[in-house]
């Protein structure tokens, strides 16, 4: 990477060993050629001045590259200006853009990379995020469908689509896809709180209540199935079980805003009485 700039992240890494044999040589050969010239002052001189301004050079190229390696963001940035054809890269500089709220340039960037490649699932499947996480539902279900015809990309993709479904009130295919994503891969913690929120939505609240509880069998510090258990123990006006579930998510997550707004309403049901919609088996 200072000699020249190889642009993929992995081949600087693998060139750091070898660079260790690379910069020996360069030492010995100083060396013989310091031995060759004794005896001519002048041109132990230009070995010295040669040696030195190569030792500089080296110096500020390597501090330079450093500027690269601050930041994932400004690896991936310099790895795009050095061989701008190359996807991967460019689609993990959109993600980094997207971290750090930089998001019309990540579109820019996905777009440019199916430009580029639009056999590459994974920018699909990134773009669709980006989408769906600005509230561009319909766009994102395109990108979606489309990430998930590649093959690699199928699971991975099956619980964003069914959550957007979801999102879009298309409750059919979400339980479907939400389903089937399961059958895939049955220890998704975030899937089954997903289907479950979906049912307890649809007042389907035996199934909802299962679903969750296999979620936090999977992961019994999961937050937001903690929360939504609770809200629907409220939704069934179960106070108590609402109660114990909301305690528990502010235990993990203190500042939890939901979580307390809905330990609130425990509190005002327990003393103004349950509303006859919330009295649902």
Not at 88 to 100: C, G
Not at 171 to 196: G, I, P, V
Not at 212 to 219: G, I, P, T, V
Request: charged content about 20%.
């Amino acid at each position: 990477g200072i000699l020249l700039r190889v642009g993929f992240v992995i081949a600087e890494r693998v060139l750091y060993t070898p660079s260790l044999g690379f910069c020996f040589l360069v030492a010995v050969g100083f060396k013989r050629l310091f031995i060759l010239a004794s005896g001519r002052k002048i041109s132990q001189q230009v070995v010295i001045a040669t040696m030195l301004y190569t030792l500089v050079v080296m110096s500020v190229k390597t501090v330079d590259r450093n500027k690269d390696w601050e930041s994932d963001l400004a690896l991936f940035e310099s790895g795009v200006k050095v061989i701008p054809e190359n996807v991967k890269i460019r689609n993990n500089y959109a993600m980094e853009l997207k971290s750090a709220g930089r998001l019309d340039e990540a579109s820019l960037q996905y777009q440019q990379s199916l430009e580029l490649d639009p056999d590459y699932g994974e920018v699909y499947f990134n773009y669709g995020n980006l989408l769906y996480d600005t509230g561009n539902l319909s766009e994102a279900a395109i990108y979606f469908e489309r990430a998930i015809q590649f093959p690699h990309m199928y699971a991975k993709t099956l619980n964003n689509l069914a959550t957007l479904y979801y999102r879009q009130g298309r409750y059919k295919e979400a339980e479907s896809r939400f389903k089937e994503s399961l059958q895939l891969a049955s220890d998704q913690a975030t899937t089954y709180n997903n289907l479950a929120s979906m049912l307890g939505e649809l007042r389907r609240n035996s199934e909802s209540e299962e679903l969750f509880r296999k979620a936090l069998e999977m992961n019994p510090t999961y937050v937001e199935a903690h929360f939504n258990l609770g809200t629907l123990y409220v939704q069934m006006g179960r106070l108590d079980d609402a109660e114990a579930s909301l305690q528990h998510a502010l235990r993990l997550n203190p500042n939890h805003r939901g979580a307390i707004n809905n330990l609130n309403v425990v509190h005002y049901y327990r003393k103004n009485g349950l509303p006859s919609s919330n009295n649902v088996p």
